[in-house]
C-alpha cells in the first residue's frame, strides 16, 4: 500500500523520542511533514535531519510540525536527538507497519546485493489530514526548502 496524493493520510500513533508517543489524528489544523528516512546517525540521515532543523521556524511560522520516521528504536532516537540537538519529534516505526502503510518500505541494492529498506521519502499532510505532496527517493541538497515552499503554498 502506498499513500497517494488528495487521500486522506493513515492516522497512525507512534512511540517517540523521549518516551512519548504522537499520533496524526492529534496533529489535525497544523500540516504536517512527515518525512521518512532510513537510519539514525547515517551521513544522509544526519544531513536530511540538520536541513530540517535549520528551517525548523520557518516551519512552524508555516504552521507545521516535522515529524521524522524510522525502524530505529526509540533509544536510538534519544540519542541521535541529543546529538544533533534536533528540537522536532522522532518517532519509532519498529515493527515496520507505518513505513508500509505508506509504501516507503522497499527493496533496494547496493553493491551488487538487495535488501529490504525504507525508501527516504517525505509526506505532506495538510491541515485536514489529507495527504497534499509525496516526495519518493529524496535526494537530500535542497529538499527542506522544497518541502518548505510546499508548506507555504497550502496557504
Not at 512527515?34 to 532543523?53: I, M, N, Q, R, V
Not at 516535522?66 to 525502524?71: H, M, W
Not at 541538497?141 to 503554498?153: E, W
Request: glycine share 10%.
Amino acid at each position: 500500500m502506498s499513500v497517494e496524493v488528495g487521500q486522506p493520510a493513515p492516522d497512525v500513533t507512534l512511540p517517540t523520542d523521549g518516551g512519548g508517543q504522537v499520533s496524526l489524528g492529534d496533529l489535525k489544523g497544523r500540516a504536517v511533514v512527515l518525512y521518512f528516512y532510513p537510519k539514525d546517525d547515517t551521513s544522509g540521515c544526519t544531513k536530511e535531519a540538520l536541513a530540517f532543523k535549520d528551517a525548523l521556524a520557518d516551519f512552524e511560522a508555516a504552521g507545521a510540525a516535522i515529524i521524522g520516521v524510522s525502524k530505529d528504536p526509540v533509544g536510538k532516537h534519544d540519542k541521535f536527538k541529543a546529538k544533533h540537538d534536533l528540537p522536532f519529534t522522532l518517532a519509532s516505526d519498529a515493527e515496520g507497519d507505518v513505513c508500509e502503510r505508506y509504501g516507503v518500505w522497499k527493496e533496494k541494492s547496493m553493491y551488487g546485493k538487495t535488501y529490504m529498506g525504507i525508501e527516504r521519502t517525505t509526506v505532506l499532510i495538510d491541515r485536514d489530514g489529507v495527504v497534499r505532496q509525496v516526495w519518493p527517493k529524496v535526494k537530500v541538497p535542497g529538499h527542506a526548502d522544497a518541502v518548505l515552499t510546499a508548506v507555504r503554498d497550502l496557504g
